[in-house]
């Protein structure tokens, strides 16, 4: 299994994290452990790496590339779970925890995953191959006005009622099973001249891919947890892809840094909330021109890093 991935923001990220050689890490997103590769170049003997995705060929890549290695724990499990992951292993801190999220170009380029709309592939989209539900139960199951949400609420997607209106139609007459049936579908729900901005079916397979996948819930369930789990010192960098992960990330970060919520007439702060650090860069870090030269998928990319006081 060949998991080829180019990894996004990898100086950067690795710098943001500022790794102390024998400190505790974790990739939660190990994917082809690009990133993970580079921490371990940093950590001493006394270091230790703890790799978590769910995806069964990211897990069998990674432990290919980095299984070996003394250092490295991998797990395959929901990165949700890091508490419970880092308790099963009687960790208590650590000094560093990284999220690249999203979809990894292996999965998008393997085509019976279902995540690309550009090759003819059933309606699956899972990362998690044991998760029951897929693509294609949303496509065919959800009720008509839960895929309008869906689709304009995580694909950002101005015709996301009539394409909702249209799966419907269709489903009626038989299930939709393939990603170019969904493409077809998509097509005609959106007027030829307004066609712009990429692949009409671009933002709508987004949408599905987020919600089959409980990416939002699973990132803004997350964030405050790992501070939690931060020595004083340590550091949270996460990598999003787009606007909601990236407004998810930016809010939790400024909360974590100010929770206070006395009204701003207060002359004190009563509400005893107290900051758990800082967020480091102010402005997300993105890709350098060179990178976006031979990284496509580093064009969206932000990343943002929190310390933990
Ligand atoms: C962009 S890739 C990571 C690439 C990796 N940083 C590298 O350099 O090779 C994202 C990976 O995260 C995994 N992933 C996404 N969400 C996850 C979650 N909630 N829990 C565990 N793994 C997840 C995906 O399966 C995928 O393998």
Do not use: W
């Not at 950067?12 to 580079?38: C, M, N």
């Not at 703890?50 to 995806?55: A, N, P, R, S, Y």
């Not at 990211?58 to 290695?69: E, F, H, N, P, S």
């Amino acid at each position: 299994m060949i998991f080829e991935h180019k990894s996004v923001l990898l100086k950067e990220t690795i710098e943001g994290l500022d790794i102390k050689p024998d400190g505790i890490y974790v990739d939660g997103t190990l994917g082809g452990a690009g990133h993970s590769g580079e921490i371990l170049k940093k950590l001493s003997k006394g270091g230790r790496l703890i790799g978590i995705d769910q995806d069964e060929a990211a897990i069998m890549t990674a432990r290919d590339r980095i299984g070996q290695d003394e250092r490295v724990s991998i797990v395959r499990d929901n990165y949700e779970h890091v508490p419970g992951i880092l308790h099963g292993m009687q960790i208590d801190k650590v000094d560093g925890i990284l999220l690249d999220l999203g979809v990894s170009s292996y999965q998008l380029d393997t085509d019976d995953r279902g995540f690309s709309y550009k090759s003819d592939a059933p309606l699956d989209m899972r990362m998690d191959q044991r998760q029951r539900i897929t693509a294609r139960e949303i496509v065919n199951g959800y009720e008509e006005r839960e895929l309008f949400r869906i689709i304009r609420d995580y694909g950002e997607e101005k015709f996301a009622q009539n394409i909702a209106k249209h799966i419907v139609l269709e489903r009626a007459k038989k299930p939709i099973e393939t990603t170019y049936e969904l493409n077809e579908i998509i097509k005609t729900s959106i007027p030829a001249r307004m066609r712009q901005d990429g692949h009409p079916s671009k933002r709508t397979y987004q949408a599905i891919r987020i919600e089959c996948n409980r990416e939002l819930e699973v990132l803004k369930n997350s964030i405050e947890g790992m501070i939690d789990l931060l020595n004083g010192g340590g550091r949270l960098a996460i990598i999003t892809f787009h606007s909601l992960e990236d407004r998810i990330v930016k809010t939790a970060y400024r909360t974590a840094e100010d929770p206070c919520i006395c009204p701003p007439n207060f002359p004190q702060c009563v509400c005893g909330r107290v900051s758990k650090g800082r967020v480091v860069n102010k402005k997300p870090i993105t890709a350098s021109a060179k990178e976006l030269e031979c990284n496509s998928r580093s064009k969206s990319a932000k990343l943002r890093i929190f310390e933990k006081a």
